[in-house]
């Protein structure tokens, strides 16, 4: 089952090498949740997802869907086909402030699609990147094994070290790499947006170094990842979703401490 959403910078190709690492019955804590595309192949493959976002916006929009999809749907079809890009960018700015969930839900799902990197916040308006049939999935996805959690930290690493209950693996869809130098913190957190977390590459590097808990990252390939991390094992994965030991063949790294 696809996700009824995207996201440009977190469209990964890694499931089968994930299921081989992340057993059948495992419990995992997966964050920095966004779109599932990820996540709901692994909890529909009977391993039990606790999905964690500090984005409220994220977090509704979900709960909305597991909840009363037909509503989210009936709110998309309203507010489709936006065709002026006035009214998409006034949709950006202002969702937060509109007084109704499964409106708020419904208008989530629609800039996702209409935004050329999937970000509901930002993200240039083109409409040729919408795809019709999305719509349908709003009404198929399975929460059976699927639970996703509102983090009220900023910082999603708190979140991370607070886990409670049982946790066998803990699992980070970060994307692309970046290093954040001191210089440049201060600027990244002021761009952040309603549905954007923080990601501190030097303290998530620390966590896992000193985490008894079994833990793996999820990166796109670049050099400076591979030496940045080279005291962790790092999984190649090529454009098919295939393990390779060529790293010239790598478009996805997974960095593990196990």
């Not at 009936?74 to 006034?90: L, Q, R, S, T, W």
Request: hydrophobic share 35%; aromatic share 14%.
């Amino acid at each position: 089952m696809k996700t009824p959403l995207k996201l440009a910078n977190k469209q990964f190709k890694s499931l089968s090498t994930l299921k081989k690492m992340l057993p059948e019955k495992s419990v995992i804590h997966s964050f920095l949740f966004y779109d599932g595309g990820i996540e709901i192949p692994l909890a529909m493959s009977d391993r039990y997802l606790v999905s964690h976002t500090n984005k409220y916006s994220i977090y509704e929009f979900w709960t909305c869907l597991s909840i009363n999809s037909e509503q989210v749907q009936k709110v998309a079809n309203h507010f489709d086909n936006i065709e002026d890009p006035g009214i998409f960018y006034h949709l950006q700015e202002n969702l937060p402030n509109y007084d109704e969930p499964y409106l708020r839900a419904g208008i989530f799902f629609l800039l996702n699609k209409y935004s050329k990197d999937g970000y509901v916040s930002r993200g240039e308006f083109t409409p040729d990147s919408y795809n019709p049939l999305a719509m349908a999935n709003l009404r198929k996805v399975s929460f059976e094994n699927l639970m996703v959690v509102y983090d009220k930290s900023e910082n999603f690493l708190n979140s991370m070290r607070a886990i409670e209950g049982r946790c066998d693996y803990i699992f980070v869809p970060v994307g692309d790499f970046k290093l954040n130098y001191l210089k440049n913190v201060e600027s990244d957190l002021n761009s952040l947006t309603y549905d954007q977390t923080f990601v501190d590459t030097r303290d998530l590097k620390t966590f896992m170094e000193n985490e008894k808990r079994k833990v793996a990252l999820l990166y796109h390939y670049s050099r400076s990842l591979v030496k940045y991390y080279k005291d962790q094992k790092l999984y190649f994965i090529d454009k098919w979703g295939r393990p390779t030991k060529d790293e010239g063949k790598a478009k996805e790294v997974i960095v593990a401490n196990f």
